[in-house]
């Protein structure tokens, strides 16, 4: 998993970044065991991806064991906060060690985060120690675990309350949130209610709205989200206010409200990698780069991190995001069975006329003989209405005997061929 950190007890030499320095087949050898952290889960057919530069994160730190670096969150953009973190953290810097202030550590005390510090620390000596004990291929480290996590990473003073319907994780988000700030430790509730709590705060609505690929939007437009392969199409459409008065501020009106809606889907479904989103045709370019800015803008309360290039010709913007593991739709959603995940299948005619053309090529050689067709009950209810004549035909001509067979475990285009003589399957003895 993302975070999991797995052996050695000898880190590679690196550069300043964690990346192994020189030709990678001199800098490692054969049976040498390297120290290494999941940078990215596996996804589709790719592999995980890993890294020798640890990084440990914390509540407002993130230590880095392998480098000696001092960095700030680009989100604080206060001049006078900045100079201030980073005097802290050159006092309380571990020697050897990098760290990285998050956002979270804005206004924090020197005491708190030397006490993030601490904290980090122990938990680096426990990976060196089970290294130095185990032997590869092994797990020295997982990650905390969900909900110390949601605490850790998303739980904040913007955060109302962080509402919880078990006693159990109830007391241990209580005691996380206490070694976190007592601040935060006032909002943890515990939910009592009869009624699920996802019903009594509407999520499941916002649950089932995740995995819809078209987003309607106020205005009476909508946004279409598809997620490939190699990357995420958003195209934003127009709707029912196609006949407006004045169309131009129509559409601005709606591009507007796309890219704030974009964003927040963005978030919800944890979308990362390459996203390219085709928004309305605009005339002016002042309006083009209102769309560009209020991309950003919404993007920055995005805590991962996403770049966003300028509108194109083309009116189309693309940007990145950071992607550690699956989307929400990816973790939670497998492929259609039936169309291996395009969203597409072939016509109940096209499917005829593939037939039509096996029947053709194989027609001479099953002269005289009897052979059955199996296809899915959908389409042979279609062929049965409206390509009769096409059986009717061959069957004469040739003087074969066709049975038409229903079989509910074939896709709606697919089909299989059998002689009935000896139950042998024949589909592809006939190649196109």
């Not at 900045?82 to 060690?97: E, F, H, K, M």
């Not at 990145?320 to 593991?325: H, L």
Request: charged residues 30%; glycine residues 6%.
């Amino acid at each position: 998993d993302y975070g999991d950190t797995v052996v050695a007890p000898e880190m590679a030499e690196q550069d300043s970044r964690g990346r192994l320095k020189g030709d990678l087949g001199k800098t490692l050898k054969a049976g040498q065991e390297v120290l290494v952290q999941v940078a990215k889960e596996s996804l589709g057919k790719k592999g995980p991806r890993v890294t020798t530069f640890i990084s440990i994160p914390g509540k407002y730190l993130v230590l880095m064991p392998s480098v000696n670096h001092v960095g700030i969150s680009r989100r604080i953009d206060d001049r006078k906060e900045r100079d201030r973190l980073r005097g802290i953290a050159a006092a309380i810097q571990p020697r050897g060690c990098g760290l990285i202030i998050r956002t979270e550590a804005v206004g924090k005390s020197e005491a708190e985060l030397r006490g993030d510090v601490k904290h980090l620390l122990k938990t680096w000596n426990r990976i060196r120690a089970g290294a130095e004990k185990k032997s590869a291929p092994a797990l020295i480290h997982r990650d905390i675990g969900l909900m110390p996590r949601l605490i850790r990473d998303i739980f904040n003073s913007d955060v109302d309350a962080f509402v919880v319907d078990s006693k159990a994780e109830y007391k241990k988000a209580l005691s996380y949130a206490r070694s976190m700030s007592n601040d935060l430790q006032s909002k943890v509730k515990l939910y009592e209610g009869q009624v699920p709590i996802f019903d009594a705060y509407k999520v499941e609505p916002q649950i089932e709205q995740i995995f819809e690929r078209k987003i309607p939007l106020k205005t009476g437009g909508y946004i279409v989200i598809d997620q490939t392969e190699a990357l995420v199409s958003i195209d934003v459409n127009s709707g029912s206010f196609a006949r407006e008065s004045d169309p131009q501020k129509m559409i601005l009106k709606t591009n507007l409200e796309a890219a704030q809606e974009i964003a927040r889907q963005l978030r919800l479904r944890d979308i990362g990698g390459i996203i390219v989103i085709d928004f309305i045709d605009m005339e002016d370019e002042a309006d083009r780069r209102k769309i560009t800015g209020e991309v950003r803008k919404t993007l920055k309360r995005d805590k991962t991190k996403a770049k966003v290039l300028r509108i194109s010709e083309l009116g189309l913007v693309e940007m990145t995001r950071k992607r550690a593991g699956p989307s929400l739709v990816q973790a939670f959603c497998d492929p259609c069975p039936t169309c291996d995940g395009t969203g597409r299948v072939l016509s109940m005619d096209s499917v005829a006329m593939r037939l039509e053309r096996w029947l053709k090529r194989a027609a001479d050689r099953l002269e005289g003989q009897h052979i059955q067709i199996r296809v899915n009950p959908t389409v042979a209810e279609h062929l049965s209405m409206k390509w009769l004549d096409l059986f009717s035909r061959v069957s004469h001509d040739k003087r074969m005997g066709i049975e038409l067979k229903e079989d509910l475990s074939l896709k709606v285009d697919d089909y299989k061929v059998f002689l009935l003589e000896t139950s042998r399957e024949i589909t592809k003895d006939f190649p196109a």
